[in-house]
């Protein structure tokens, strides 16, 4: 089965500071990883995604993330927190080789950024 | 804006009702994904349709039901409403079924059953 984990519910940092949001995963073979950004009474937007390639991968708004097989990792990252990346963040994976095209998503990292 | 449009945002309805969300996908989009997103379930996957036909069903439960039409158009059912249903349903669509692309969201739709 696979399965995603955010192990934090809400990650704190001031405006101007790097921030990073983790998030672990499980699958039986080469995991598909994506993040979402949900602002407040908003759908999910979609950040970015690793397939397969370069373990580190660029998105939107400035937001990057590192795979990392051996810790079975997939943090995403920005340099430089803005007051308006402030939202829920979501982890979420997909196992190729079960044919199980449904994303399954983490519980979410609430950002909050502090001016 | 993601293209994918639901109605409607919000829906105040009575225990024991039935109502019905719709989903239309973005233009040229095959697949549509359900889910239901509550406070403590978090993000749950219910159903998935391919171009018309049921492809995987997740956490659905059997007084839910959904459907994809031939314009692609999608409507989930919910019946026989209880308290614990009221969450935010949201749609997500994608081009094709290939794994490794990514599911756009609509907005979701607000149910508040009281």
């Known amino acids: 089965a696979q399965s995603v984990a955010q192990p934090e519910d809400q990650v704190n940092v001031a405006e101007g500071n790097p921030l990073t949001v983790k998030c672990t995963y499980s699958v039986s073979g080469n995991p598909y990883l994506f993040w979402y950004v949900q602002y407040p009474n908003r759908g999910l937007q979609f950040l970015l995604k690793y397939i397969t390639g370069d373990n580190l991968v660029k998105g939107s708004y400035g937001f990057e993330a590192e795979f990392n097989k051996s810790q079975t990792s997939f943090h995403l990252k920005k340099p430089s927190a803005l007051v308006s990346d402030s939202a829920l963040y979501f982890c979420?994976?997909?196992?190729?080789?079960?044919?199980?095209?449904?994303?399954?998503f983490g519980s979410g990292t609430r950002l909050q950024v502090q001016p | 804006d993601s293209g994918v449009t639901q109605t409607p945002k919000h829906l105040i309805t009575a225990t024991g009702q039935r109502v019905t969300l719709r989903c239309s996908p973005r233009s040229g989009d095959l697949s549509v994904y359900w889910y239901q997103q509550s406070l403590d379930q978090g993000l749950q996957f219910l159903i998935q349709?391919?171009?018309?036909?049921?492809?995987a069903k997740g956490n659905i439960l059997e007084r839910f039901s959904a459907q994809q039409f031939p314009d692609l158009h999608s409507e989930l059912n919910l019946s026989s409403l209880e308290l614990g249903d009221s969450a935010l349903y949201f749609c997500a669509s994608s081009v094709v079924e290939v794994t490794n692309t990514e599911a756009f969201f609509g907005q979701g739709t607000r149910l508040t059953v009281v």
């Open positions: 979420a994976v997909r196992d190729p080789n079960t044919g199980r095209r449904a994303l399954t």
């Open positions: 349709y391919y171009n018309g036909e049921e492809r």
